[in-house]
């Protein structure tokens, strides 16, 4: 009994200034952590230490302050908190959770998180630190669906909801890319900005829509920029509003907005279908038509984008984000061209 059970001898008071702290360490960890303020946060703990005779409540504090050791970067420092914490309270979640932090290996970590729900049952600590473990492993469906019981859980500490929804809503973008995916592929579907070489990555490894070019050879991704851009596919400007091309070309790490995405996408199903003729499908017709305006808001009907736009929403490879306008200067995420792209 006495390795299972732990009397308290601090007040509430005591342990409601641990649930704040556990409530700043867990929003730091969701939206990452200035120097500044991590320094204060061990200002705080460093303040507690001591100030309460109650194993309980120290084993608790220390592993949170190990917690925090690991997001200053000192695993050496964290590791003497585990065990302080460990044989101050053992077996405690906060500590069980750091001792997974301190696993390097993402297998062994899942193994000693799910060692601990099956012996303390689905508490949304645990399960939050799960969903945790599934997204870094890229089991990106079991990572959504931890984080959704985790947040029902913990309804009473809304603040892990509001910290890993990040996680868990990217997580719901990539769920699609578990099977038969390259690793490549996921990394770039992560980041909420891609270049023309991540684009053409992508497209290379994803589809075959690039054979017209490398006849199934593997060619690396700048020469393939180069041999783009000199055919078309890649516009020289991204610039919606212009109407005459710039005479600089653009840099295969020069950020991908949304008209690029188009022009690109809609060049590459011209090829494909054997049919230019869908390059100038839209300015055609408008051609004959002096008193035309263009569909949408934001992009004139004189643009040299107006045929890849038109065309990639009215074939629904892509979609007005507000419904009206098209956004053509926003940059895209690697999932959402991954997305266009499964539909072209």
């Known amino acids: 009994m006495q390795k299972d059970i732990v009397l308290s001898g601090a007040d509430s008071k005591t342990y409601e200034a641990l649930a704040e702290l556990e409530k700043k360490i867990i929003t730091l960890d969701g939206e990452g952590a200035s120097r500044e303020r991590l320094a204060e946060i061990r200002r705080q703990i460093t303040a507690m230490e001591g100030t309460v005779a109650d ?17 200053e970067g000192r695993t050496s420092d964290a590791q003497r908190e585990y065990r302080k914490s460990e044989n101050l309270s053992p077996h405690n979640i906060p500590s069980r959770i750091l001792l997974s932090r301190l696993e390097r290996e993402s297998a062994r970590r899942l193994a000693l998180i799910d060692n601990s729900i099956e012996t303390e049952g689905p508490l949304g600590e ?25 947040f029902i859980v913990l ?9 890993y ?14 099977q038969n995916t390259g690793s490549r592929t996921v990394e770039i579907a992560r980041q ?35 041999q783009l851009l000199e055919r078309s596919f890649i ?22 907005r949304r008209s690029g995405a188009a022009w690109f996408l809609w060049h590459l199903y011209a090829e494909n279908r054997a049919n230019r003729g869908f390059l100038t499908r839209y300015s055609s017709r408008y051609a004959n038509n002096p008193g035309a305006r263009s569909p949408i808001p934001d992009i004139s009907i004189l643009s040299p984008f107006l045929d890849s736009i038109l065309g990639c929403v009215e074939s629904e490879f892509m979609s007005l984000p507000d419904g009206r306008n098209f956004m053509p200067g926003e940059p895209v995420k690697g999932s959402d061209f991954l997305a266009m792209l499964k539909k072209l």
């Open 55 to 71: 194993k309980g409540f120290e084993g608790l504090l220390a592993a949170w302050s190990g917690r925090l050791f690991l997001m």
């Open 126 to 150: 645990l399960l939050s630190e799960r969903g945790r473990i599934l997204f870094d492993m890229n089991r990106f469906s079991e990572s959504v669906a931890a984080f959704d019981s985790a």
């Open 155 to 163: 309804k009473d500490k809304p603040y892990y909801a509001e910290a």
């Open 165 to 178: 929804s990040v996680f868990r809503d990217k997580a719901w973008e990539l769920k699609e890319l578990e």
């Open 192 to 226: 909420g900005e891609i270049t023309w070489r991540d684009l053409i990555e992508i497209t290379r490894d994803e589809s075959d829509l690039l054979r017209f070019i490398t006849a199934g050879r593997d060619w690396p991704a700048e020469t393939l920029f180069i």
């Open 235 to 256: 516009p020289i400007t991204q610039d919606t509003a212009r109407i005459e091309w710039p005479f600089t070309n653009p840099s295969s790490s020069e950020t991908v």
